[in-house]
């Protein structure tokens, strides 16, 4: 899709949306004379009230309008400015229009002090976001019906070149964001270790981006039977993939550790049918992370970075783990596997110890579709954040508020630290309270925390986030992207 900038609406596009506050009472009456009292009547009889989100659908001058509420001025927000754009496209491509035009973004950018940047930048996620489809399984017909949409023009009368570089930060953003979209939806036969493996090896194309690829014999030599004992049920070989972004001479190392499962059976701990179904997207955490090192390369942010995935498959066969067995992660901690579907934890656990020892960077960030328990707790709409760190809690929290990929605190109270306490083990990898599952997302924190020594540390549980079970303004059902937003807003505060 192709954004242009222009001062004033001209009515050349597919569609056009305008947007509206409640406290604008002209109704565009300078815009057009019937189209006000058209909206004027409207309002009276209640068709149309303004209220965010609401769309009112009519023709000026024999071309399609749309009208779009905005609610209270004092209530907008960047997210707003996202969500009504998204509408916008949405609404485009449902009439299979190609090319829209809207003064949206203009009418945002006087309020609250948002900068131009801020705007800019919020305008291209919604756009884009929302402009994108999983749609390379359709066939004839079905793949007909699906129209992109080519060309947006936006209305910005004021000095362009802040908007635009927020606008250009934005497009790689959520760029970023429909690529883990893209590697999510794809089957789970389709995007193996490997795969990821070759993908991050494509981003070595970038300034400042290397790749190093640790193998299964490096990982037997290394110790790492955590991740080895989970793949053991899998034909193919596990992968554990360092992404190294070089954007500053000196400074602190960032590591962003990301969990890739590529399907998660729950191995002999089987997951029973409405469980597995979208276990393809347990390898969302390591497509986050890789996501955020091409976004941050191609934003040219001036940070040392290491995006760290650990890939294998959680399957059953003769050879996979057994319940009861007992490995050594790296770090020389023994773990009782209780579970063999709390696989995320003892991959995490080999990846989190050896890139710290290996790496010694000053900051570890892991994201992982850990837990169904942070699904009960906290639904769809946040992460889960554990840390004990307070300054990387603030961090992280801010920059969630601003991308909307927001995350919630849970607690990691002294009271919890021996829960994951072995019997003829260090540990096991799952807690003996409520079968494994009372305050689960939080017990999977304390089970990693064991493997962080000195760096300050940030656990975050996207099982929710990271998958929609259906559509929102202007992100789709299926694999979200979350976390990409966060960890680059992060970044870009720092
Ligand atoms: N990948 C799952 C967690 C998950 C659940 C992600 C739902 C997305 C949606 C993880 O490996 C898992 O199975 N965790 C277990 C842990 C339990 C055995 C302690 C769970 O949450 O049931
Ligand atoms: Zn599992
Ligand atoms: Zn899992």
Redesign the pocket.
């Known amino acids: 899709m192709k954004i242009t900038i222009q001062p004033t609406l001209e009515r050349k596009q597919d569609i056009t949306f305008l947007g509206i506050f409640e406290e604008d009472n002209s109704n565009y009456k300078s815009y057009d004379n019937s189209l006000a009292a058209e909206l004027d009547n409207a309002i009276k009889k209640k068709l149309f009230s303004k209220k965010f989100g609401e769309l009112y659908s009519t023709q000026v001058d024999g071309k399609r309008t749309i009208i779009v509420g905005l609610g209270k001025k004092e209530e907008f927000s960047v997210e707003k400015m996202r969500k009504a754009l998204g509408k916008a496209v949405r609404c485009t491509r449902s009439l299979k229009l190609e090319s829209l035009e809207t003064n949206i973004a203009e009418l945002g950018h006087d309020l609250h002090q948002f900068s131009y940047e801020m705007v800019g930048r919020a305008a291209a996620e919604g756009l884009f976001l929302a402009n994108y489809a999983f749609t390379k399984y359709f066939s004839g017909e079905r793949l007909e019906k699906e129209k992109n949409l080519t060309w947006t023009v936006l209305q910005w009368s004021g000095s362009p070149e802040k908007f635009n570089a927020g606008l250009s930060d934005g497009m790689i953003i959520a760029d970023a964001t429909n690529m883990v979209k893209d590697l999510v939806n794809e089957p789970a036969s389709v995007v193996t270790p490997s795969y990821l493996e070759q993908a991050a090896k494509k981003l070595v194309s970038l300034k400042g981006v290397s790749v190093r690829i640790m193998e299964k014999d490096e990982m037997k030599k290394e110790g790492l039977q955590a991740i080895l004992g989970v793949s053991k049920g899998s034909d193919l070989p596990p992968k554990l993939v360092f992404i190294e972004y070089k954007g500053a001479k000196q400074g602190k190392l960032i590591a962003l550790i990301g969990k890739g ?1 590529t399907f ?1 059976s ?1 191995g002999y ?1 089987l ?1 029973p049918t409405h ?1 597995i179904e ?2 393809k ?2 390898m969302a955490g390591a497509a986050t992370v890789m996501a955020t090192i091409k976004a941050a390369a191609e934003l040219g942010i001036k940070k040392n970075l290491l995006a760290v995935m650990p890939l294998c498959e ?1 399957l059953v066969s003769g050879s996979a783990q057994k319940p009861g067995d007992i490995v050594k992660a790296y770090n020389g901690k023994t773990i009782e596997i209780t ?1 063999t ?4 934890r003892l991959i995490l656990a080999d990846a989190l110890s050896y890139t710290e020892a290996t790496y010694q960077p000053d900051i570890m960030i892991d994201l992982a ?5 942070c ?1 009960v707790a906290l639904g769809y709409h946040a992460a889960g954040l554990i840390s004990k760190d307070e300054e990387l809690v603030k961090e992280l929290t801010n920059a969630g508020l601003d991308s909307y990929d927001r995350v919630w605190r849970l607690p990691l109270f002294d009271e919890y630290q021996d829960s994951m306490d072995g019997t003829i083990s260090d540990l096991q990898n ?2 003996r309270k409520g079968k ?2 009372d305050a ?1 997302a939080i017990t ?1 924190g304390v089970f990693l925390s064991k493997f962080v020594d000195k760096a300050k540390w940030a656990h975050i549980d996207i ?2 986030p ?2 929609w079970v259906e559509d929102g303004d202007y992100l789709q059902k299926g694999g979200t992207g979350f976390g990409v937003r966060l960890l680059v807003y992060y970044l870009l505060q720092q």
């Open positions: 499962i998660d729950g701990n997951k469980y979208d276990m997207s347990d959680n579970n579907d709390a696989e995320g579709t850990l837990t169904g328990a699904v799952t807690s494994g599952y689960g999977a099982a929710g990271a998958y």
